[in-house]
């Protein structure tokens, strides 16, 4: 396997950064999780979009190369991979010891890749069934205090909030996604996910500004507008999400993956998440990035 | 320079991490800013104390190694210094491409050294001036979403503080510490310093449980206490540290530095300030760690 790491291909063995490098001591980068489909990446320029956005957020706009599409594109060939995970690292990379950055950023770009088959609509999902969700007393960090669009490595909030679920894990119980909540108590996102419930046939998800908007939300978002599905966001209690009709989670990985249960209590898939993932299929296939 | 890197020590230029070790990924990692004065680290016990703290909170509570002090001992001689700045890392290093950390860690140690002079007593201090304190908007993370009194490679929060203040930076004002408020509004601590205000002879400082409570500032408040100042620990408002008679902030390498001035409201150093920067000289004099 080789990585691309500022600007070269190199073994995965040999792919490092400096124990000074700012991604390292600080978690002081943006990075985003993609899918290739065939060759191609989904949803490519949303995913710029918001990597950009993130690099804005950090105080250093021009640090996404101009290139990257290309490094990707490399990065797969390379491997021989038409079907994969990649995931884009950009960190401020090495600078003079103290914590406030200076303006003159030389980043650290690193494109990762991973194979992820896909069989199209009739294939398999990467997950091995639906999602076993636990609420967790972990909050969500607000937006006052880390802005909640960016997609950084500071990802301490989600380990930690997974770090619960191990601890809740018995024989019998094996949640794999946790679900965290605001500090209002309202229900925000999961660690690595979006939540959508369906509720008495409406759409609902929590609204953005606690949580960081994912573009397979984004797309979810899109394909039931175009079916003319009522949709709500807004501010949801740990209860709406039991009570719901239907949930499902979303991420770019898992794609539209249905909750069997949360904190025990069976809630599931159902006519409206079938429907929602059988139409982002269709949109994979189409190559409708 | 040489650093110590996972067991060895190799040159600077050499210190490097796998792009897969999660302390670049994540920022899932303890780390602890030590001082060494005449060739012993300032509060050794305090320090690994709380690193062992928070390297529990990330559910890995064997990753401090025993040999730590030898590590830190062993790079300080390879660079022949005997007085300097020291950090360690300790991050969760490389695991299979999950989010939720196994229990099996083979952590990434990292112990970077720096030469920082000083004269003991009659020493210069590292810092230039006094602080020129700006409040920011970034408020401090709420424990609920991250345990305060956790030190984490998780610092894009202080990061955005400081990005605030070089934003604001002109030729006439040049501020160089960041105050950040809780999401209660209440102040709460620096970027990197915890702060102390006087106020009719009491010494004040914001209360645990929404910052980082530092070595610095536990020393500081065991002096005061030993020379009988009135203390106080409690919620402050920006108009409180504003309105002091004198304020200072604190940590591992500024010691004790007055506060020149809040949003350009002058307040400054003073008796108090200057007795307990001086108790604390002595301190690190006397070999009392």
């Known amino acids: 396997m080789q990585y691309h790491v500022d600007g070269q291909l190199v073994p995965r063995s040999e792919a490092t950064v400096s124990v000074e490098d700012r991604g390292f001591r600080y978690g002081d980068g943006a990075f985003e999780t993609l899918r290739a489909y065939g060759g191609d990446v989904f949803r490519w320029p949303s995913h710029v979009r918001r990597l950009r956005r993130t690099c804005e957020t950090l105080g250093m706009p021009a640090a996404v190369p101009d290139d990257l599409a290309v490094r990707v594109a490399d990065t797969l060939e390379a ?40 069989g199209g609509t009739a294939g398999e999902s990467v997950w091995d069934g639906p999602a076993v969700v636990q609420s967790v007393t972990t909050r969500r960090i607000p937006d006052p205090a880390l802005p909640a669009d960016a997609k950084t490595h500071n990802y301490l909030n989600g380990i930690l909030a997974r770090l619960e679920l191990r601890r809740a894990r018995n024989d019998d119980y094996q949640p794999d996604e946790a679900l965290m909540r605001g500090v209002d108590g309202n229900v925000a996102e999961g660690a690595t996910s979006n939540l959508f419930f369906v509720d008495d046939g409406v759409l609902k998800t929590p609204a953005a500004g606690s949580l960081l908007p994912g573009i397979t939300r984004e797309t979810v978002l899109e394909l039931a507008d175009e079916e003319g599905f009522p949709i709500e966001t807004g501010r949801y209690s740990l209860e709406d999400v039991r009570g719901a009709d239907e949930a499902f989670l979303t991420n770019t990985t898992w794609e539209v993956r249905p909750i069997e249960a949360v904190d025990g209590i069976g809630v599931g898939g159902g006519p409206m998440t079938d429907l929602l993932a059988r139409l982002y299929d269709e949109r994979v296939e189409a190559r409708c990035y």
């Open 79 to 118: 491997n021989g991979l038409r079907d994969g995970y990649v995931r884009v690292s950009i960190s401020r990379g090495v600078m003079p010891g103290k914590l406030t950055p200076t303006t003159d950023v030389d980043p650290t770009v690193v494109v990762y890749v991973r194979e992820l088959p896909r």
